[in-house]
Nanobody
């Protein structure tokens, strides 16, 4: 089992920045991958950014150049710059272990509005 807890969401104006954090209950480098997903009202959950145990990173086209995923032993981060109203969503931390089991955090709300 992996417990994940997100933090850092909130209300920000368009063009602003937020940094999300995800604390994992075990060493992140023992996991196959970690990722940030988001779900906007009325839409399906979508992948935002992913980082593998080997350090390979992928971003959704919609956030490339604006968002940066990073990690240390215990936390994963998502630095979000130049936020747009369409970035409004609940952001979820995801982890996949070596047995390909998925684990999810409870989510943190990001609202981009003036």
């Amino acid at each position: 089992q992996v417990q994940l807890v997100e933090s850092g969401g909130g209300l920000v104006e368009p063009g602003g920045s937020l940094r999300l954090s995800c604390i994992a209950s075990r060493n992140i480098f023992s996991l196959r991958s970690m990722a940030w997903y988001r779900q906007a009202p009325g839409k399906e959950r979508e992948l935002v950014a992913l980082i593998t145990s080997g350090g390979v990173i992928n971003y959704a086209d919609s956030v490339k150049g604006r968002f940066t995923i990073s990690r240390d032993n215990a936390k994963m981060y998502l630095q979000m710059n130049s936020l747009k109203p369409e970035d409004r969503a609940v952001y979820y931390c995801n982890a996949v272990d070596l047995n390909l089991r998925n684990f999810w955090g409870q989510g943190t709300q990001v609202t981009v509005s003036s």
